[in-house]
């Protein structure tokens, strides 16, 4: 069965620091998706970036990247020189490529990243 | 904003009562799922319509129903209401492609109080 461990349960930094949120995923399939959403307190959640698992580039978006390492099943994002605007808490998932029908996606607990001004 | 949008926002509700939330999807989406998220836990896959029927359901019991209309929009209904039915319900939408979907877009969800 497919599982995401964040086991950071709450993180604070204070503003301009750089910031990773670790997430390891297990899966049986070859084929599966990897994803991070981050959810601020209005609660709707806003999706950040989707990879698959063939792909192991590692991706940058302004400042925030991602790692992605199938060696040892982690998808760990950072970013840099945090703002209070990114307190808020993130989720890591993954979907598995399915048969036919739809597994949806399996959630971590998610990480409480508060930056400090 | 993601074009994705959940009635009501608030709810309160008494056990054993029967609930009905709503959601539209995004323009251009075929596909709706449903997510149940406890606090401070992350969201847990309830299912999914695709074609207005259900083609994948996470473990929750038949209590838990839905539908989904010509237009994409969708509903989700909960039986028999327990008090720990209360939770955050979120719908998602997508595109599925026959073995997955594109990245979900979410709604802001509906908070679901069971007293």
């Known amino acids: 069965a497919q599982k995401v461990t964040q086991a950071q349960t709450e993180i604070s930094v204070v503003e301009k620091e750089d910031v990773t949120l670790d997430c390891v995923y297990e899966?049986?399939?070859?084929?599966?998706?990897l994803f991070w959403y981050k959810q601020p307190p209005s609660g709707e959640l806003v999706f950040l970036i989707r990879?698959?698992?063939?792909?192991?580039q590692n991706e940058i978006s302004g400042r925030y990247s991602w790692n992605f390492q199938k060696s040892t099943s982690s998808f760990n994002f950072t970013i840099t020189a945090s703002q209070v605007v990114d307190s808020a808490v993130y989720f890591c998932?993954?979907?598995?490529?399915?048969?036919?029908?739809?597994?949806?996606?399996?959630f971590g607990k998610g990480t409480h990243l508060i930056i400090q001004p | 904003e993601t074009g994705v949008t959940q009635s009501p926002t608030h709810l309160i509700k008494t056990r054993g009562q029967q609930v009905t939330l709503r959601c539209s999807s995004q323009?251009?989406?075929?596909?709706v799922s449903w997510y149940q998220q406890a606090l401070g836990q992350g969201p847990q896959f309830i299912f999914q319509?695709?074609?207005?029927?259900?083609?994948g359901r996470g473990n929750f019991p038949p209590r838990f129903s839905g539908l989904q209309f010509p237009n994409y929009s969708s509903e989700l209904n909960v039986n028999a209401l327990e008090l720990d039915d209360s939770a955050l319900y979120l719908c998602?939408?997508?595109?599925?492609?026959?073995?997955?979907?594109?990245?979900?877009?979410f709604g802001q969800g509906t908070r679901l109080t069971v007293v």
């Open positions: 899966t049986r399939d070859t084929t599966y998706y």
């Open positions: 998602a939408s997508t595109i599925w492609g026959g073995h997955t979907n594109t990245e979900a877009f």
């Open positions: 990879r698959n698992s063939f792909d192991e």
């Open positions: 998932a993954l979907s598995e490529d399915s048969g036919g029908g739809a597994d949806g996606l399996t």
């Open positions: 319509y695709y074609r207005e029927e259900e083609n």
């Open positions: 323009s251009g989406h075929n596909t």
